[in-house]
RNA sequence: GGGCGCGUAGCUCAGUUGGUUAGAGCGCUACGUUGACAUCGUAGAGGUCACAGGUUCGAAUCCUGUCGCGCCCA
């Protein structure tokens, strides 16, 4: 039990051998029929699927050490405790991994062709894939890797299948052409989702389309009118004003729009106007949606360019002209001077040539938010295109009442109306990419002009038996497969047991920037597919960022590397140092250019908990150690403190966890651990535990070690498993109770052993103010910490005193008092009063400034008095009194007697002194 | 433009139904070779809780406004 442990923890001799005895020992893996035949109440996490190229960055370094803390904790409490592992196919992103390998090669993805490039990817992921689950488990995740799971293997397309058809069937799919969202470097359209605004201070142009010669007298007539809008050019045409952000899509222009009670132009509508540089001509239309007090209230519509205008061309019957390509270049619909250009470049030859034709009529500085493409961060370009979508509303609508009525919970709870605001506007998703990599959408279409959405790839046509059939080309959106993870990963659309065990889980755990992505989707595919929410509680955890702020990124070079963490501090450190930063609606914030800073803390804790570890086993030997109920009779004070102190560390970890205040509990157990297992008890035990020592004393002491080592490695193991593991499996067993087979499955610490005692700790803790104040005293007067002093000590409740003396050996060891007088001194020296209104004096000839000594008192007495004097005005004040709960009262009482009595007799001690002095 | 949130010690932040002498870690200062640990110990300095009003016996905590800073949705 006790050969040599290092001095000092080395997370790297430890943490790998752990890891793989408790995957050797299957601690890891759940059958459904620990379920299903055992009756064990189960607890399941599924992982947000990192993807599958990934490397494992801080992000997933909390994410997951978060999931593995819950996952520990409600294993040790007994229930059956699954946590899901595996990894997202990541359509944009893995694609663009392999183009951007391609293009190093000089290739294209074309130069490959469609079947030869996913070949390529399947390749890629095979080899690289794994990657990212073997980092995870150098963090300790607990994971079942049994199950591991990929959204592109075989049953999760199937369950992909069987939802398309299934959804397509109930009219909840459809395809159409809208306006969607188009990132022109991927060449894909996006969800609303994936195309993320950024404030971009950019500008907004006015712009003079003249009006035709048969409006000229409407025209006069609204400028007469005041309508600012409206005047002449030099050569006496009429024009109006609009406005854009984007000038080169006034070459797709198909109309201009006004309110329709808009007074001003009332008379316009029905005009034609002309869109300069292209020669074509116009109506103005009337349209509710038209906001007639921004900028002119004229508005250019360009359908096929815009959501907006699409919508008002809609209404209106103006016609769609699309006038780019799909890379963003000015198409045929362009006038021919522009045909070929960029867009941006397309937009400066535009306002050249409208101001060379005198129509432009201004710029103006204008912030606004610009949609990115959030994969390649290319400007998204709202385009009119075919697509697949699926309708929306009806699936939020259990989804939305199921946050209403509390059947879904979220943490932080401000989440909850976010989620609500979103789910009552939600809007229809588009779900097709034009992408080669992912789920291939299950529709085919025959010449005859029939489309079949089919399960089973069809052989033949249903209609006309032909068999010239064409998939469609375009995959879907990879939160489509994603959405369903929570019951694909059990094998769904098979009835398995897995299901029928696991579903519905418990805790979802991300970060909010995917609520909307992938946690609302997955909730909606629950209800839909499984008739329950896929999970109960919902506990968003923050961003990591560094120092400045800044999220933590690749492209800033900002980021710290998990496994560089893990390599130079270990696991451990990097554990509790992200869980103990992990306060409810906070955000992590970290040094990167100070790695060292950063994880100092958690390396150090791992580190005492290491040698608290080592300095028990050393003291406790390998002598049988006896059960601490059984020599309840001979604990001392301090034993019974800390058994106290136990099941309270107990009850506030176990209560916090519940509540997801995992900083809380991090840094609760810290405090317990070092500031008071480490500082205190282990302080005061150890002369107990010495060979001089009186064997009923010792024996106490050692069956006390044990109880509270195990309990405290049992509270802190799921924070940091390892160093506690690794310790527990060391420690001496009490006779006549049984060893589980390890720390991972120990229960998890109740505070029903009847331990917590407020006396006992009363007690203790006027022991320790007295400890705390001959040490001040000391270091006020510079007594060498080496130099044994004695204390004379009167007063305070009965037998403190004499309990003091009995403790003298701790004393010494703790305030290196020798001598305890229970009398009042005599001679020059120090003085205090505790807060329980013991008398102490420390005889200190030739050391002690008597001026010095009065002053100090002074302050200490101005600074009683100073809170007697608040306490005092409180309960003079009868609405106090007389409002405040009897309670709250009583306690204010308590102080002011607890103030006065100490206050008083300093003050007589002041007066003794001053006497003496004289 | 709409919605949500934040300004507490030099730094990063806790402080959950209003009642403590406002806390922690890091950093800082002084002292320390007490055989678990210097990745340590002991002690200390450091805060008008952004600002201005209000509600209340009582406000870091609730309300209103101002200033500064984030995030989400248009």
Not at 39 to 60: Q, S
Not at 172 to 187: A, D, F, S, T, V
Not at 379 to 395: A, D, I
Not at 882 to 910: C, F, I, M, T, Y
Request: aromatic share 8%; with cysteine.
């Amino acid at each position: 039990m006790t050969d040599e442990l290092a001095p000092r923890l080395d997370p790297r001799a430890i943490e790998p051998a752990r890891y793989r005895a408790w995957q050797e020992g299957g601690y890891f893996h759940v059958p459904a029929s620990a379920v299903l035949e055992d009756g064990r109440e189960p607890y399941v996490i599924v992982i947000p699927p990192p993807n599958v190229t990934a490397a494992l960055h801080m992000g997933h370094g909390l994410n997951n050490t978060v999931q593995d803390v819950l996952i520990r904790w409600r294993r040790m409490q007994g229930r059956a405790s699954l946590w899901v592992p595996g990894t997202d196919h990541a359509g944009i992103a893995t694609q663009n991994v392999i183009e951007r390998q391609l293009a190093e090669e000089g290739l294209r993805r074309d130069d490959l062709g469609r079947e030869k490039f996913v070949e390529r990817v399947w390749e890629f992921v095979a080899e690289t894939g794994g990657t990212i689950l073997e980092q995870l488990k150098a963090i300790g995740a607990s994971c079942d890797w049994d199950r591991t799971r990929f959204t592109l293997d075989e049953d999760l397309q199937a369950a992909v299948r069987e939802v398309f058809v299934s959804l397509y069937e109930k009219d909840l799919i459809y395809r159409g052409e809208y306006i969607i969202n188009w990132c022109p470097r991927c060449l894909t359209a996006l969800s609303n989702e994936e195309a993320e605004g950024e404030e971009t201070e950019g500008s907004l142009w006015h712009l003079r389309y003249p009006l035709s010669s048969a409006s000229a007298e409407a025209a006069a007539t609204a400028s007469g009118a005041g309508a600012e809008a409206i005047g002449q050019l030099s050569d006496g045409r009429w024009y109006l004003t609009v406005s854009t952000t984007r000038p080169e899509t006034m070459l797709g222009d198909t109309g201009v729009a006004v309110y329709p009670s808009d007074a001003r132009y009332s008379g316009l509508i029905g005009a034609q106007v002309e869109v300069p540089l292209t020669g074509r001509l116009i109506p103005i239309v009337a349209d509710r949606h038209v906001d007639p007090e921004f900028g002119s209230g004229m508005v250019k519509v360009t359908p096929a360019h815009d959501k907006n205008d699409f919508e008002i061309a809609g209404r209106t019957g103006l016609e769609l002209l699309d006038v780019m390509t799909p890379d963003a270049r000015m198409g045929d619909h362009a006038p021919e001077a522009f045909r070929g250009m960029d867009r941006f470049e397309a937009r400066k030859a535009v306002l050249a040539a409208l101001e060379a034709e005198g129509l432009l009529a201004g710029e103006q500085h204008h912030a606004h938010s610009v949609p990115h493409c959030y994969r390649c961060h290319t400007v998204v370009e709202p385009r009119l295109s075919e697509q697949w979508f699926v309708s929306m509303k009806p699936l939020a609508e259990p989804a939305l009442a199921a946050s209403q009525d509390g059947t879904i919970t979220f943490t932080p709870g401000h989440w909850k109306k976010v989620y609500e605001h979103w789910m009552e506007n939600i809007q229809d998703w588009c779900i097709s990419r034009q992408l080669w990599w992912g789920h291939r959408i299950p529709v085919w279409y025959c010449p005859c002009g029939e489309r079949i959405v089919a399960r089973v790839d069809p052989t033949a046509c249903s209609k006309c038996g032909g068999v010239a059939l064409e998939q469609d080309p375009d995959v879907l959106d990879t939160w489509f497969s994603s959405q369903l993870w929570p019951f694909s990963v059990f094998g769904w659309p098979k009835e398995s047991d897995d299901l029928k065990a696991f579903y519905p889980g418990h805790t979802m755990v991300t970060a909010p920037e995917i609520l909307f992505f992938w946690v609302a989707r997955m909730i909606m595919m629950g209800y839909e597919f499984q008739g329950k929410a896929p999970f109960t509680e919902v506990y968003l955890h923050g961003t990591v960022r560094d120092i400045h702020g800044r999220k933590m990124s690749k492209s800033l070079g900002n980021g710290i590397d998990p496994m560089r963490v893990v390599e130079e501090f270990g696991a451990d450190a990097m554990r509790y140092t992200v869980i103990s930063q992990c306060a409810v609606g906070t955000d992590i914030s970290l040094d990167h250019e100070d790695v060292e800073a950063a994880f100092a803390n958690g390396r150090n804790f791992a580190n005492k908990i290491w040698n608290a570890g080592r300095f028990a086993l050393m003291s406790l030997g390998d002598a049988p150690v006896r059960s601490v109920e059984s020599i309840r009779g001979d604990l001392a004070l301090e034993d019974e403190w800390i058994l106290s102190r136990l099941e309270g560390a107990a009850i506030d970890a176990t209560r916090g966890l519940d509540r997801f205040r995992l900083h809380e509990v991090a840094e609760g157990l810290y405090h317990f651990f070092w500031g008071e297992i480490c500082d205190w008890y282990l302080e005061l035990v150890k002369t107990r535990l010495g060979p001089n020592a009186d064997p009923a004393t010792r024996e106490a002491a050692r069956s006390t070690l044990v109880v509270v080592l195990d309990q405290a490695f049992r509270l802190l193991h799921p924070i940091v498993p390892f160093v506690t593991a690794e310790l527990w499996a060391r420690l001496p067993w009490p006779e006549g109770s049984e060893r589980p087979g390890d720390l991972i499955v120990a229960p998890w610490p109740t505070a029903d052993g009847g331990w917590k005692n407020d006396d006992v700790e009363r007690r203790m803790s006027d022991f320790q103010n007295l400890i705390v104040e001959v040490r001040r005293l000391r270091k006020e007067y510079g007594v060498p910490d080496a130099r044994r002093i004695g204390v004379d000590l009167t007063g305070g409740p009965d037998g403190f005193a004499d309990s003091v003396v009995a403790q003298l050996a701790v004393f010494e060891q703790l305030a290196r008092v020798d001598r305890v007088g229970t009398g009042h001194g005599s001679g020059v020296g120090a003085n205090a009063v505790l807060p329980n209104g013991a008398e102490l004096f420390i005889p200190l000839e030739g050391v002690i400034d008597v001026e010095r000594e009065r002053s100090r008192m002074l302050e200490e007495v101005d600074r009683l008095e100073g809170h007697l004097r608040g306490a005092v005005a409180r309960l003079n004040n009868d609405k106090f009194t007389g409002n405040a709960p009897a309670d709250v009262v009583q306690k204010e009482r308590d102080k002011v007697a607890q103030l006065d009595d100490q206050a008083s007799k300093l003050r007589a001690k002041l007066a003794g002194l001053e006497g003496g002095v004289r």
